[in-house]
C-alpha cells in the first residue's frame, strides 16, 4: 500500500514536469499567448471578484418588516399610477398623449386574440419571442385597466398569464425565457392586485416558484451560469425573478429573501464592463435590453424598499443613461458587434433623467415618436410596453434646462474590463451634424466582433462608413468566438467585415487575433476642430507577422472632415488592406483620389504623399473561401473602398475623408 502510494505520487509528479514543460514548449513557440489568453478570456467572462454590496438574508427580511404601504409597486406605485391616470383623462400633455393613444389601441386590439401558445424559435432554440411577447401584453392590458378600470383589459390579462403559468415549463434552459416570464407574471399580478382574488394571485405565486424560482437554484456550470457572468444575461435574469421574489415574498419568504440578498450582490458583476465612463460593451440594442431590466429591478426596489442597497451609486452606472447619447450620429448609432444601426433608446432614460438631473438624456428619449419607432422596425406590442413604462416614467419638467446643457462634443469612454471608444461630432440632435467615431478595447467580449479599429463615419445627412452589424443568430457556431469558432467564419464578424486593417489575408483564419486588447495611447480635444484619439492596435495583428500598428484618428477643418492614419511594421514584406465600407457609389478617378457620391452629395477621399498602396473597389465578401458572406438587413448596394498595398514590411495609410464643395 505504501508503494503504491509513493508510485501515485511520483506519477503525480511527473504528470505536472510534463504538464510545466508543455506550458513552457507553449510559451517558446509563441502559442503559449493563446494559452494563457484563452485561459484569461474564461475568467473574464465570469467574474469571480468578492463583491462590495454586502446584503444578507437577515438584511431583506429587515427591510420588509419596513415596506411600502403601497400595493402597487413594481415600476411605479399607487401615487404614481394616480398622477397618470390624471394625465389620461386630462390629455394636457402631447407626448403623454401620444404614449397613451398607442397603448389603447394595442390593447383593444388584443382583447380580440387567443392568448400566445409554447413555441420554440429555431434562431436561438428558445421561447424568448413568445415570452417577450407575453410580457408585452401583460403590461399593455395592466396598465389600460389601471388606467379605465374596464375589466375587459384585466379578465383578458388573466387569461394570458393564466396559460403562460400552464406551460410545461419556462425554458429554464435558456434563462433569459424564464425571467421574462417570471416578470411579466410578477408584474401583472401586482398591477392587478385589485382584481385578482387570493386564489388567483396563489396560482401565479405556486407557478413562478415551480418554473423560476426552484429551477434557479443549483445547476452551476450547466443552466445557472449567469448568476457570476457579466454580461445581460446577470442583469436580465436577476432583476426577472428578483421582482419576482419582491411580488410574491409572504408566499415564499425563505427563498425570496436568501435570492434577494444574491441578487443585489451579484447583479453588480454586470457593471465591471461598464465602470467607469457609463460606456456599454455589448453596444447599443443590449445597452437597451441590460438597463432596461436594471432599472426595472432599480425602481421596483426603491418603490417597494426605499433603498436599491447601493447599486445606483456603483461607479460608472449613473453614466450609462447617457451612453446612447455619445454613440449616436444624425445617422443612427456606431453598431459594433451585433447591433442595428437605428437610433435606440428606451423608458430607461427618463428614469436616468430623474436620477442625474439631465434633460438631454430625456430629450433624447422624447423626441422618439410612434411613428418613427416603429418605421425603425421596433416591433408593435414591444413599443406599447415601452409607452406604458414611458408614460409612467416621463415627465414634462425633465425637460427643462435643456437649452443650457452643455454637451461634450467631443469623448473618450472606457471601462475597466473591455471597452474603449473615441467619439467626435460638430452637435447634437441635428440632421446634418458631423460624426465620427471609433473602437478599440477587447475582441473577445459577448457579441463582439474582430473589429479593434473600426468607425463610423456621418457628413451632410449621410453614413459615409458603415458598421454591418449583426449576422444570422442561426447560423451554425455563431456564438463560439474562441480561436477557430465558427463566428470568424462570418464575413460581418471578422476583421475584413469591418472598418479597419487586414493584414496578410488567409495565413491564419481569424484575421484580427480574438482575445486581443486594445487601448488608446493618447487622445485630445481641439475644441475649434474636432480632435484626435490615438490607437494601439498592435495585438491584434500578434499573429499576422506585425511587429507594431497604430491607428490615429483625427477629426478636423472645424468639425467637418476625418483622417484615419496607420503605421504598421511587419515582421517580412506583407500584403495589407486599409477597408472602409459604404452604401456610396465609389469612382477612382486615380490610384490616390476616390470620389463617393449620394446624389448630390459628395465627399473626396484622397491619400497623403507618403501613403503606401493605392485605392481599389472590393466586394463586401471575405479574402477567405468557405466565409459565410450572407449579410442580414439592408445592405443592397454595400461596397468596400479599400487601400492595397503589397510587398510592404513598414509604411503608412492616411486616408482623408473631406465633403466636397
Known amino acids: 500500500m505504501e508503494n503504491g502510494v509513493k508510485k501515485h505520487k511520483k506519477g503525480k509528479i511527473i504528470f505536472l514536469a510534463v504538464a510545466v514543460a508543455v506550458i513552457v514548449a507553449f510559451i517558446v513557440t509563441g502559442a503559449g499567448k493563446m494559452l494563457v489568453d484563452t485561459a484569461a478570456m474564461g475568467l473574464d467572462y465570469i467574474s469571480l471578484k468578492p463583491n462590495p454590496t454586502k446584503v444578507t438574508t437577515q438584511d431583506i427580511k429587515a427591510v420588509m418588516e419596513k415596506k411600502t404601504a403601497s400595493r402597487v409597486f413594481v415600476l411605479a406605485t399607487d401615487e404614481d399610477f394616480a398622477r397618470v391616470k390624471k394625465n389620461y383623462e386630462k390629455r394636457n400633455d402631447k407626448k403623454l398623449n401620444e404614449y397613451f393613444d ?22 436561438e432554440d428558445s421561447i424568448l419571442e413568445t415570452a417577450r411577447e407575453i410580457l408585452e401584453r401583460v403590461v399593455s392590458l395592466s396598465f389600460m385597466w389601471r388606467m379605465t378600470g374596464d375589466s375587459a383589459y384585466a379578465e383578458r390579462c388573466v387569461a394570458e398569464m393564466e396559460n403562460a403559468c400552464n406551460f410545461p415549463d419556462w425554458h429554464e434552459w435558456h434563462f433569459l425565457d424564464t425571467a421574462e416570464l417570471t416578470f411579466a407574471v410578477s408584474l401583472g399580478t401586482n398591477w392587478l392586485y385589485d382584481y385578482l382574488d387570493e386564489q388567483q394571485t396563489k396560482s401565479f405565486a405556486d407557478a413562478v416558484y415551480e418554473k423560476a424560482f426552484a429551477v434557479s437554484e443549483g445547476k452551476f456550470l450547466s443552466q445557472n451560469w449567469w448568476k457570476w457572468s457579466k454580461t445581460n444575461w446577470n442583469s436580465v435574469c436577476f432583476s426577472g425573478l428578483g421582482i419576482g421574489a419582491m411580488v410574491f415574498y409572504d408566499y415564499y419568504p425563505d427563498f425570496a429573501a436568501d435570492f434577494l440578498a444574491e441578487a443585489y450582490k451579484k447583479t453588480a458583476y454586470n457593471f465591471e464592463t461598464f465602470t467607469p465612463d457609463g460606456v456599454y460593451v455589448e453596444g447599443s440594442g443590449y445597452w437597451e435590453y441590460c438597463t432596461t431590466y436594471l432599472t426595472y429591478f432599480m425602481s421596483t426596489s426603491d418603490n417597494l424598499l426605499n433603498t436599491d442597497f447601493g447599486l445606483s451609486e456603483t461607479d460608472g452606472f449613473l453614466q450609462l443613461g447617457a451612453f446612447p447619447l455619445y454613440v449616436t450620429g444624425a445617422e443612427g448609432v456606431f453598431n459594433y458587434g451585433d447591433n442595428k444601426r437605428v437610433s435606440v433608446g428606451a423608458p430607461s432614460m427618463f428614469w436616468f ?3 442625474t438631473d439631465d434633460p438631454a438624456t430625456a430629450y433624447y428619449q422624447a423626441r422618439a415618436s410612434v ?3 416603429l418605421a425603425n422596425g421596433k416591433g408593435e406590442y414591444e413599443l406599447s410596453r415601452e409607452c406604458a413604462v414611458g408614460a409612467l416614467w416621463y415627465d414634462g419638467e425633465l425637460l427643462k434646462g435643456l437649452e443650457k446643457k452643455e454637451l461634450p462634443l467631443s469623448v473618450y469612454l472606457k471601462s475597466d474590463s473591455s471597452q474603449e471608444l473615441a467619439a467626435f461630432r460638430s452637435g447634437f440632435f441635428g440632421e446634418k451634424d458631423t460624426y465620427a467615431a471609433i473602437k478599440g478595447g477587447y475582441n473577445y467580449t459577448n457579441h463582439g466582433d474582430l473589429d479593434i479599429g473600426t468607425f463610423v463615419f456621418d457628413s451632410m445627412g449621410e453614413r459615409w462608413a458603415e458598421d454591418l452589424g449583426p449576422a444570422d443568430y442561426g447560423d451554425s457556431g455563431y456564438f463560439v468566438g474562441i480561436i477557430g469558432g465558427g463566428r470568424w467564419k462570418v464575413y460581418a464578424k471578422r476583421a475584413e467585415g469591418q472598418n479597419t486593417l487586414v493584414f496578410n489575408p488567409g495565413t491564419m483564419y481569424e484575421d484580427q487575433y480574438p482575445f486581443a486588447r486594445a487601448g488608446f495611447t493618447s487622445y485630445e480635444e481641439d475644441k475649434e476642430n474636432g480632435g484626435t484619439a490615438v490607437l494601439d492596435m498592435t495585438e491584434a495583428y500578434c499573429f499576422k507577422g506585425v511587429k507594431s500598428a497604430e491607428r490615429t484618428f483625427e477629426m478636423y477643418n472645424r468639425r467637418t472632415c476625418l483622417m484615419v492614419k496607420d503605421e504598421f511594421t511587419c515582421r517580412k514584406n506583407s500584403e ?17 483620389h476616390a470620389v463617393l457620391t449620394f446624389g448630390e452629395k459628395k465627399m473626396n477621399a484622397f491619400l497623403s504623399d507618403d501613403s503606401a498602396g493605392e485605392f481599389e473597389v472590393l466586394k463586401a465578401e471575405s479574402f477567405v473561401d468557405g466565409t459565410d458572406n450572407r449579410l442580414k438587413g439592408d445592405w443592397d448596394g454595400i461596397k468596400v473602398l479599400a487601400v492595397h498595398a503589397e510587398n510592404v514590411k513598414s509604411g503608412i495609410i492616411e486616408v482623408h475623408l473631406e465633403p466636397a464643395k
Open 102 to 123: 398607442y397603448v389603447k389601441k394595442c390593447a383593444d386590439k388584443l382583447l380580440d386574440t387567443q392568448p400566445l401558445g409554447y413555441i420554440l424559435d429555431d434562431e
Open 353 to 355: 433623467s430623474k436620477k
Open 371 to 373: 411613428e418613427s419607432e
Open 576 to 592: 495589407v488592406y486599409w477597408l472602409m465600407h459604404t452604401k456610396a457609389d465609389i469612382d477612382i478617378s486615380d490610384s490616390r
